[in-house]
T-cell receptor, first 110, second 114 residues
Framework: AQRVTQPEKLLSVFKGAPVELKCNYSYSGSPELFWYVQYSRQRLQLLLRHISRESIKGFTADLNKGETSFHLKKPFAQEEDSAMYYCALGAGGGADGLTFGKGTHLIIQP | ETGVTQSPTHLIKTRGQQVTLRCSSQSGHNTVSWYQQALGQGPQFIFQYYREEENGRGNFPPRFSGLQFPNYSSELNVNALELDDSALYLC?????????????FGPGTRLTVT
């Protein structure tokens, strides 16, 4: 069975500082990995996925299969980045849905 | 383009009762997934429907059941409600089954069981 671990429940950084939200996964196959974000009073939405290798809102994430990690990074945090961030894993043909981590609450202090 | 909608927004039920939650998928999407999100936890996969058939199921008992209609909208039914069923129930739609498809989430239904 697959598992996603986000070790930090809460992460607080100052505006302009670098941000790294950690995500580790456990899965025997080839995973699809995502970061979803939930801003205050908004619904859960996709931030980025590893297959597209995009940079969204300045965030990037690299899949490291050796370390089974998919950490989310941004070099300079902005106040509008404050939100709940969830790492999620999709397996196989999709029939198992997404497996989410417990989430990290990111707070950007002015 | 209309996003995923869910109804009701919130409801309160008594232990042992039954509840039906509804979801309208985003236009053009044929796959609907349901998730349960307990307080302080990430969403947990309940099941998924593709073209009116259940395609996959998470670790939830049979009293959690669902339907998908020809217009791809969906229902989640929970029988014999228990206190632990209190949670936010999220519906998500996507263009297909594959794990790589983006899932578009609804705002959720907050269920409280007393």
């Amino acid at each position: 069975a697959q598992r996603v671990t986000q070790p930090e429940k809460l992460l607080s950084v100052f505006k302009g500082a670098p941000v790294e939200l950690k995500c580790n996964y456990s899965y025997s196959g080839s995973p699809e990995l995502f970061w979803y974000v939930q801003y205050s009073r908004q619904r859960l939405q996709l931030l980025l996925r590893h297959i597209s290798r995009e940079s969204i809102k300045g965030f990037t994430a690299d899949l490291n299969k050796g370390e089974t990690s998919f950490h989310l990074k941004k070099p300079f945090a902005q106040e509008e980045d404050s939100a709940m961030y969830y790492c999620a894993l999709g397996a196989g043909g999709g029939a198992d849905g997404l497996t989410f981590g417990k989430g990290t609450h990111l707070i950007i202090q002015p | 383009e209309t996003g995923v909608t869910q109804s009701p927004t919130h409801l309160i039920k008594t232990r042992g009762q039954q509840v039906t939650l509804r979801c309208s998928s985003q236009s053009g999407h044929n796959t609907v997934s349901w998730y349960q999100q307990a307080l302080g936890q990430g969403p947990q996969f309940i099941f998924q429907y593709y073209r009116e058939e259940e395609n996959g199921r998470g670790n939830f008992p049979p009293r959690f059941s669902g339907l998908q209609f020809p217009n791809y909208s969906s229902e989640l039914n929970v029988n014999a409600l228990e206190l632990d069923d209190s949670a936010l129930y999220l519906c998500a739609s996507s263009q297909g089954l594959a794990a790589g498809y983006e899932q578009y989430f609804g705002p959720g239904t907050r269920l409280t069981v007393t």
